[in-house]
């Protein structure tokens, strides 16, 4: 995890980061739980969010998973469980 936290940085350092992480689901569900941990950047809810909602929808079956347990802390439980199901 810390190799690959410090492969993230570097690529974040990039000019065309957003456009990586968006064609990845990979990379996306990575760096929503980078935020969604505060590992090696600011911790942010809302970008996690996006990034593993992103990644959720192109398949990430872990950034999946990350959704309906940030949905379950928020009580959301209908979302949640829609979520899981799919």
């Known amino acids: 995890m810390i190799l690959l936290t410090l492969r993230l940085e570097k690529i974040t350092e990039h000019p065309n980061f957003f456009h990586a992480y968006i064609a990845s689901p990979l990379l996306s569900g990575v760096l929503g739980i980078m935020y969604l941990d505060g590992a090696g950047i600011a911790k942010s809810e809302a970008n996690a969010y996006e990034c593993l ?3 959720a929808n192109r398949g990430n079956v872990y950034a999946q998973g990350r959704l309906v347990e940030l949905f379950y802390k928020k ?3 209908t979302k949640a ?3 899981a199901r799919r």
Do not use: P, Y
Request: no cysteine; charged share 35%; hydrophobic share 45%.
């Open 81 to 83: 469980s829609d979520l």
């Open 53 to 55: 909602k992103q990644a």
């Open 75 to 77: 009580r959301l439980f």
